[in-house]
Nanobody, 124 residues
Framework: QVQLVESGGGLVLPGGSLRLSCAAS????????MGWFRRGSGKERMFVAA????????YYADSVEGRFTISRDNAKNTIYLQMNSLKPEDTAVYYC?????????????????WGQGTQVTVSS
């Protein structure tokens, strides 16, 4: 069992930056691939980024490639999402998730555990 708690969301101006964190419970954190998803108002939950067990592989949605960076610190049981050059269309609730598969899973059904989400609002 893994419990995930996101933090770091908030209100930011277009062009600004935020760093989200996701703290995980459990001693097997390093055996889970991890991902970030988001759901905008009235939209479905969408894949944002994923990182493999070791952190050696990452994968991004086209919409965030080059602006967002996913990373993990297995010693701290935490993953991060550094978000730069934020746009109003990045406004959403952001969720972290854990998957027992390796690699960089991109689909909701591949993930076993989810956090409650943190709101990110990009607006002037």
């Amino acid at each position: 069992q893994v419990q995930l708690v996101e933090s770091g969301g908030g209100l930011v101006l277009p062009g600004g930056s935020l760093r989200l964190s996701c703290a995980a419970s459990g001693r097997t954190f390093s055996t889970y691939a991890m991902g970030w998803f988001r759901r905008g108002s009235g939209k479905e939950r969408m894949f944002v980024a994923a990182i493999s067990w070791s952190g050696g592989s990452t994968y991004y949605a086209d919409s965030v490639e080059g602006r967002f960076t996913i990373s993990r610190d297995n010693a701290k049981n935490t993953i991060y999402l550094q978000m730069n050059s934020l746009k109003p269309e990045d406004t959403a609730v952001y969720y972290c998730a854990a998957a027992t598969v390796d690699g960089t899973p991109q689909y909701i059904y591949e993930y076993d555990y989810w956090g409650q989400g943190t709101q990110v609002t990009v607006s002037s």
